[in-house]
């Protein structure tokens, strides 16, 4: 599969304003960059999960007395190829006119063109000593600001929101953002706001690339994965049970055709549509290494002697945990946006994960047991959890 091509963020704002730390916050990195010349912006990039992203930096206005913000200098963001144009307008300045004189200048020079306001350097608001980010943060979503610092932050962020508003009525309200784009450092502070500004940041890019951009960005972590556990639980289940067949040969293919559903599942919760077809294909790293154990417990089935109840417990003992580990294993690719693996990969994954997946081997076999029970009906378990 193709990667996609890569999103370009354009910032701009007074000299000042934050946007070399705002950039690097929304990357989750310091980035390095390369100085731009003339109208052309400095420039930075980035990669995660797969995907690439180019800061683009146009110079501060209001530079050596420029009034205005240079209308080439926004000719030139957008024509750079820009996906969003982000203005940061930093506190506890309140002089806006360059913000939006620069905000009315974007749009003018492109109509429609996506644009944010990140409101910077909030923690200078009020008393410094009072930054406490997780609090603010809970003062200002109930819309009832207690505290003196959350009043003085509530209080200028209305005022600058109205400001632009009168000044550009084109300006979506809903596409500003408080931030203090601190590391986490005691030099720098805290960061505040960034999860909402990757979030408006998706919402603005082009719909094709917002899924990825968001795995990309760190969003949806929380809400995908546990599905995606169902999804390697159940399979890890069928696969076991699948190997208790009295059928010879039967269950392999089983296997296979369970495990193939399962990675075309994951792959679709995290944006990507594969084939069956495609996704056996991706299987065969991993099959190679215990295929022929699954194999052999088949081929048991065929011996006098042995019994199929003996050789299907063998071949449930090692399907259940390897297809929990060829879940796991394309879990973590899916989940940073990475889904053309190379076998390479693949192998040193599943390897890590079948020593994993193998401690919850007896809990896998107990439930394929109750699954294969009469109806479906779970049976009776001794004082060890096992079905008797």
Known sequence: MSAPRCLRLLFGGRQGAGKTCLASALAGQPLVWSPGRGPKPAQASWKRAGMAFTALELPGFGVEGQGEPRRQELQAGALAGADLLVLAAPAPEEAWGLEAGWLAGALAAAPGFPVLVCATRIDLLGSPRDWEPEALERELACGRPASPKAKAVAAWARRLEDALAVAVPSFRPERFCLTAAGDGTPAFGASFGMDRLRRLVCQSLPE????RARLALALDSEELRPKAEKIIWTASVSAAAASL?????????MVATVQAGMIVAIAGLYGCVLSRKTALAMLAPAAGALGLR????SALKFLPGIGHAASGAIGAAVAGPMTMAVGYAFLDFFARAEFSPSPAEVRQAFAEKFREARARQG????RARDRAGDGGKPKARDRNGVPS
């Open 245 to 253: 067949a009295p059928v010879p040969a039967v269950d392999a293919a």
């Open 208 to 211: 094709a690339v917002q899924h």
């Open 363 to 366: 809990e896998l076999l107990a």
């Open 294 to 297: 699954v194999a052999l417990a």
